[in-house]
C-alpha cells in the first residue's frame, strides 16, 4: 500500500520497513508500517475517512521463544493515526462505530488481500493462531472486507512506464531516469545535467515530456513511486545489456572479419 499510494505529493504517506530486531537478528518483517492520511487513505478504502497506520511486527520475543509458541508468529494491525487529524480535530464519542468499523474492515482486507483466509471454516487450514490476548473467532455482524483496488493502481503505473517505452525515449530522457535509479531518492535537473554532460534546459524538457512518470516539483525530481522505478530499472537494466550484447557481437564480428582476412 506505501509504495503504489505514494506516486502524489498531496497528503501524508509514509513507510518504515525493518527487518532486525533490538539485537540485530534478522526477522523479516520484525516492524514493517504504512501510514496514509485521510486522503491517501481513501484511494485503497474508498469510504473511509479516518488516518490509518497499517502494522505487520512480531513481538520483541519472537526469535527466543519455540516456533510453536504464539509468540513466534507475525501479527497485523490497523490503529487510528491521531497525528494525521485536523488541527484540532478528535473522534468524537458519537463516532466510535465508524473508527470500530474502519479499523476492523481495514484488518480484514489487508489479510484478504495477501491471501489469507478471514473466514476459516477449521479442519487445520485456519492461518491463524491464539494467544492470551486474541482468541480467533468467524464474527458474522463484522463489516465486509472490500478489495483494496492495489491491482487498478499497479496496472495504471505499469501502463504509464510501459507507454514511455513503447513510444520510444529520447537520449536525454533515458540518461535522467538511468540517474534516478542509480542515485534514489531525489536528484536536482542540474544534477542529472551536471552528471550527464547536458544542458539544464534539456534535462528539464525531459522532464516535462514525463510528467507522469517523474514527479518534479521546485528543485527536486523523482519517480512517482517505488513500484515505478522497479519498473524503470528493470527497463535501464535491460537496454544497458541489450548494447553490451550489440557491442559484444559487434567487436566478435570485426574480429572474425580480421581473422579472415590474415588467413588470405
Avoid: C
Amino acid at each position: 500500500m506505501g509504495h503504489l499510494l505514494e506516486s502524489d505529493r498531496r497528503g501524508y504517506r509514509k513507510v518504515v520497513q525493518n527487518d532486525d530486531d533490538e539485537q540485530g537478528r534478522s526477522l523479516p518483517g520484525y516492524y514493517h508500517t504504512a501510514t496514509l492520511d485521510s486522503r491517501r487513505i481513501r484511494e485503497a478504502f474508498p469510504d473511509h475517512a479516518l488516518p490509518k497506520e497499517v502494522k505487520h511486527y512480531y513481538a520483541r520475543e519472537a526469535l527466543a521463544v519455540p516456533d510453536d509458541h504464539p509468540l513466534a508468529h507475525p501479527k497485523v494491525g490497523a490503529s487510528l493515526q491521531v497525528s494525521q487529524l485536523e488541527r484540532d480535530e478528535t473522534v468524537r464519542w458519537a463516532y466510535l462505530d465508524q473508527l470500530r468499523r474502519e479499523l476492523d474492515q481495514t484488518v480484514l482486507s489487508v489479510l484478504a488481500d495477501a491471501g489469507l483466509d478471514v473466514a476459516p471454516s477449521g479442519g487445520g487450514n485456519d492461518p491463524f493462531v491464539e494467544d492470551a490476548y486474541f482468541t480467533p473467532e468467524v464474527d458474522e455482524t463484522g463489516p465486509d472486507r472490500i478489495g483494496l483496488g492495489l491491482t487498478r493502481v499497479e496496472q495504471a503505473q505499469e501502463s504509464v512506464v510501459v507507454r514511455h517505452l513503447a513510444d520510444g525515449l529520447s537520449p536525454v530522457q533515458w540518461e535522467t531516469l538511468e540517474t534516478l535509479v542509480t542515485d534514489g531518492g531525489q536528484v536536482a535537473p542540474k544534477d542529472i545535467a551536471f552528471q550527464n554532460d547536458r544542458h539544464v534546459e534539456s534535462v528539464r524538457r525531459a522532464l516535462r515530456d514525463m510528467s507522469d512518470l517523474v514527479d518534479h516539483e521546485y528543485a527536486d525530481v523523482s519517480l512517482r513511486s517505488d513500484y515505478v522505478a522497479e519498473m524503470v530499472h528493470a527497463a535501464v537494466s535491460e537496454a544497458r545489456e541489450s548494447v553490451q550484447r550489440a557491442a559484444e557481437t559487434t567487436a566478435k564480428a570485426v574480429e572474425a572479419v580480421e581473422r579472415d582476412s590474415r588467413r588470405r
